[in-house]
């Protein structure tokens, strides 16, 4: 389980285009009109993500984070969780904290904990797309 934690608490700005990559030749750049409506206040969480080992073990936290980040440096890598995080103009101020779960609970953990900060801030996190 990982959370990326912005470390102000001042109002965001965003950028009208995304950096990030194109995978599949999609543009993840979402309109900033839309990404100030799904912004939540009050909290400095904005995303809630798992990474799972996958069936041959080797996936897991540090190749995810991996992925997350090459997609936001602009290279077309299917990462596509999170992808609101790339308009925010601080972007590069954000942190990562995480903790180990066991791989057949990572799923599970991660719908309680987006389904505990829904019923505090009245919806998800602002760059998790689903439950």
Avoid: C
């Avoid at 009050?42 to 069936?55: E, F, L, M, Q, S």
């Avoid at 540090?62 to 890598?77: C, I, M």
């Avoid at 799923?107 to 998800?124: D, K, N």
Wanted: avoid cysteine; aromatic fraction near 8%; charge should be positive.
């Amino acid at each position: 389980m990982y959370v990326v934690v912005r470390p102000t608490d001042d109002p965001p700005t965003f950028l009208d285009t995304s950096p990030a990559g194109h995978f599949k030749g999609k543009d993840p750049t979402v309109p900033v009109d839309e990404l100030h409506a799904l912004w939540v206040p009050g909290t400095r969480i904005i995303y809630i993500g798992k990474a799972n080992a996958g069936r041959t073990g080797r996936r897991g936290l540090r190749k995810r984070l991996d992925e997350f980040r090459r997609s936001g440096a602009g290279q077309p890598v299917g990462h596509s969780g999170g992808r609101r995080i790339w308009q925010l103009s601080d972007h590069a101020q954000l942190r990562v904290g995480w903790q180990v779960t066991d791989d057949t609970a990572a799923a599970a953990t991660e719908t309680a904990l987006i389904a505990q900060f829904h019923a505090h801030h009245g919806r998800r996190p602002f760059a998790n797309m689903r439950n």
